[in-house]
């Protein structure tokens, strides 16, 4: 298999450069686990792709490199390249989404910390997977938000992306957070305790199947063009034996003002070592300053090397961290975190592997299905606005709670603007094999609906 990697994983053979003036041809000593396993099971890694500056945006157009064009063309134009419709390939994975939706490669790797693997395959039209938090390793993965970061995949089918995900989901003892050996194997058992005959079967029965729709997941933003398709696959699914049931996730609504908060906070973290003088683009100071502090001779290098985007995230996570703002902003954000991972476990049939006790919930779901995005991509040539940071309110929860997500596109109506939308699936922690079981019935089903 040809792959590419995403810009902030290193690669000792290849710049690993974050899309930010800051690390400017950087070449890593090393590469990172995900990519020395690729290596040794065979996979050729064509090249690195581009990126939001350190992994921040949702639409890829905060980067050194320039933005990412969505390369999707609909299949009645012939326009060429240049009259094409410049849409935006969604972020922060948006090189590699970009990358496999034209051909490129057959996969890539990217990194999804409140969306960023889920948002741009449902712009490009192609599968996404986030896998649960600390089965793939982050070392050697530059570091946005460490609580929420993870190694993620993009394949043109779900089989290529379900082939790459086993050759990585192994433990790596080089990452803090990776999830321990045994861990893994509890949810393994505790998944295959719930195998019906769906997961299985590849006759289009689905008898068995439980799928919850969020009802807090259709926000007035979403219109018909994303409702009715994602309608028409629901009713296709329940048309092949799955039971669809309505489930609530209340505390839904406060998952992006969290979001925000945890992530700037733990950026603003990260990107503290980039000082210009151990790590990261250092300016050597203007005959004419007057700076005297270290902080001041920092400021010099970081305001240079960090864009736009970066520097807002940083300021407003070193704001949360304050003495006077951690309580009221960074802990509530937390407890929200905790109340939102909690509003998953109570709708989900498997057990949580990760609970010291498990309780059976046997009127549970074994996944949850919502539409990937609130709209199809965005042009570029559109003026960013505080819409830009609600991309990612479909995909948030899930980051927040550390669950498996995968976006596998769906088939649009005639009535829409003919750009690919995405529907995602979210299970249990550890129930990748269920949720990627999932997607490839509904990848099935599109598939003859598109005949």
């Known amino acids: 298999m040809t792959i590419g990697i995403k810009d902030n994983i290193c690669t000792a053979?290849?710049?690993?450069?974050?899309?930010?003036?800051m690390l400017p041809g950087y070449m890593s000593p090393f590469d990172a686990t995900v990519v020395r396993l690729l290596s040794e099971s065979g996979a050729t890694i064509v090249g690195k792709t581009n990126c939001d500056e350190f992994g921040m945006g949702s639409l890829n157009v905060h980067s050194v490199h320039g933005p990412v064009v969505n390369p999707y063309q609909r299949p009645s134009s012939t326009a060429g390249w240049s009259a094409r419709e410049r849409r935006s390939a969604g972020g922060s994975s948006g090189g590699s989404g970009a990358a496999v939706a034209s051909g490129m490669c057959d996969a890539a790797l990217g990194t999804d910390t409140g969306g960023s693997i889920r948002l741009p395959a449902s712009y490009c039209g192609v599968v996404g997977l986030k896998p649960s938090y600390g089965l793939l390793s982050r070392w050697g993965v530059v570091s946005f938000a460490d609580s929420l970061d993870c190694v993620g995949i993009m394949g043109k089918d779900v089989a290529?992306?379900?082939?790459?995900?086993?050759?990585?989901?192994?433990?790596?003892?080089?990452?803090?957070?990776?999830?321990?050996?045994?861990?893994?194997?509890r949810a393994q058992e505790l998944s295959s305790e719930y195998v019906t005959p769906w997961m299985s079967s590849r006759l289009g029965d689905l008898t068995g199947l439980?799928?919850?729709?969020?009802?807090?997941?259709?926000?007035?933003?979403?219109?018909?063009?994303?409702?009715?398709?994602?309608?028409?696959?629901?009713?296709?699914?329940?048309?092949?034996?799955?039971?669809?049931?309505?489930?609530?996730?209340p505390n839904t609504s406060y998952a992006l003002s969290a979001y925000y908060i945890i992530a700037s906070a733990e950026a603003s973290s990260n990107l503290a070592r980039y000082?210009?003088?151990?790590?990261?683009?250092?300016?050597?100071?203007?005959?004419?300053?007057?700076?005297?502090?270290?902080?001041?001779?920092?400021?010099i290098s970081r305001t240079a090397g960090f864009g736009a985007e970066v520097k807002k995230r940083i300021l407003l996570g070193t704001y949360a961290l304050t003495?006077?703002?951690?309580d009221n902003y960074f802990l509530q954000a937390q407890r929200?975190?905790?109340?939102?991972?909690?509003?998953?476990?109570?709708?989900?049939?498997?057990?949580?592997?990760?609970?010291?006790?498990?309780?059976?919930?046997?009127?549970?779901?074994?996944?949850?299905?919502?539409?990937?995005?609130?709209?199809?991509?965005?042009?570029?040539d559109e003026e960013e606005g505080l819409e830009t940071y609600t991309q990612d309110v479909l995909t948030v929860p899930a980051s927040l709670a550390g669950l498996p997500a995968l976006s596998v596109p769906i088939v649009p109506d005639t009535e829409g603007d003919g750009w690919p939308l995405g529907a995602s699936v979210v299970g249990q922690w550890g129930c990748e094999s269920m949720v990627l079981a999932v997607g490839q019935a509904i990848e099935d089903l599109e598939h003859e609906a598109s005949v």
């Not at 290529?160 to 893994?184: C, H, I, Q, V, Y």
């Not at 109340?339 to 989900?348: G, L, P, Q």
Request: aromatic letters at 6%; a positive charge.
């Open 13 to 21: 053979d290849m710049p690993t450069t974050c899309s930010s003036n």
């Open 160 to 185: 290529s992306t379900s082939k790459l995900f086993d050759a990585l989901s192994m433990f790596d003892g080089r990452d803090p957070t990776a999830a321990r050996p045994e861990t893994r194997s």
């Open 210 to 249: 439980r799928i919850g729709i969020p009802q807090e997941y259709f926000p007035a933003s979403l219109g018909n063009i994303i409702i009715s398709p994602f309608r028409r696959m629901v009713r296709t699914l329940k048309g092949r034996g799955a039971t669809v049931v309505p489930v609530s996730l």
């Open 275 to 299: 000082d210009g003088v151990q790590y990261g683009l250092h300016v050597p100071l203007p005959p004419d300053t007057l700076a005297r502090t270290p902080a001041e001779v920092y400021a």
């Open 323 to 326: 003495a006077d703002a951690f």
């Open 336 to 380: 929200l975190r905790q109340s939102i991972r909690d509003d998953f476990m109570r709708v989900f049939r498997v057990p949580n592997p990760l609970a010291r006790a498990t309780t059976q919930n046997a009127a549970g779901v074994h996944v949850l299905l919502h539409p990937s995005a609130v709209r199809t991509a965005p042009p570029l």
